[in-house]
């Protein structure tokens, strides 16, 4: 495997549902990040783990909720999501752009999340 | 809050039909700009990263230029295979990326 790879790639869901998405960069970052894509919207920044530590959680509700057991691996677990938490689900990794570096993050392909 | 705006929403142009994609920001302090092509159902796939006023990076048929208030992604004699939505990025103090709605591009032969 190369680059970041997400598991599924597709996801149906009821409201009552728990469900995990999975993401694995091949890169050696040290930074790794879950967006929201929502269709005529930008990208939306949900969560970044750096050295496996949470450095961002941007006001995102606790039905959404991240685990990154190390540096390559960072999960998305799920529960008692609504409807319009229907979207594309993306990960990335980067170098953690410290000391003013820059930021290049990496996407893996997305989960086409769905729930009804 | 820092803003990134792109332009046009969307573009239909010929096979070999050259084309300009502009993107404007407002940033206190750009630590760098990027650009990405995303492909229907795909994740971004990075294409540059710009970081002063003046630069400008070349891959293929594209070629993206960065002034002190925008960037401009140009495709020469673009191919159908050249179609895709095209994101413009720019980097925040820590770890976040503010990203523009993207320009969706169909080249049509």
């Known amino acids: 495997e190369t680059g970041v790879t997400q598991t599924p790639r597709h996801l149906v869901m009821g409201m009552t549902n728990k469900k995990s998405l999975k993401c694995e960069q091949h890169l050696g970052h040290n930074a790794m990040y879950w967006y929201k894509q929502s269709a005529k919207k930008p990208l939306e920044l949900m969560f970044v783990?750096?050295?496996?530590?949470?450095?961002e959680n941007n006001s995102v509700p606790s039905r959404f909720s991240p685990e990154c057991p190390n540096s390559s691996h960072l999960f998305l677990h799920l529960h008692t999501l609504q409807p319009e938490d229907s979207a594309l689900y993306l990960c990335a990794s980067s170098q953690a752009p410290l000391a003013g570096g820059n930021n290049e993050q990496f996407f893996g392909p997305g989960t086409r999340l769905t729930v009804l | 809050e820092d803003q990134v705006t792109q332009s046009p929403e969307a573009l239909r142009l010929q096979e070999g039909e050259s084309s300009s994609l502009n993107c404007s920001y407002t940033v206190s302090g750009l630590r760098g700009l990027f650009w990405y092509r995303q492909d229907p159902g795909k994740g971004p796939e990075f294409l540059f990263t710009l970081y002063s006023a003046g630069e400008e990076k070349e891959k293929e048929r594209l070629k993206a230029t960065l002034t002190k208030k925008e960037s401009f992604l140009h495709i020469t004699a673009p191919k159908p295979e050249d179609s895709a939505t095209y994101l413009c990025a720019v980097q925040e103090p820590g770890y976040a990326l503010n990203f523009g709605k993207g320009t969706s591009l169909l080249v049509t032969p």
């Open positions: 783990y750096s050295l496996e530590e949470r450095v």
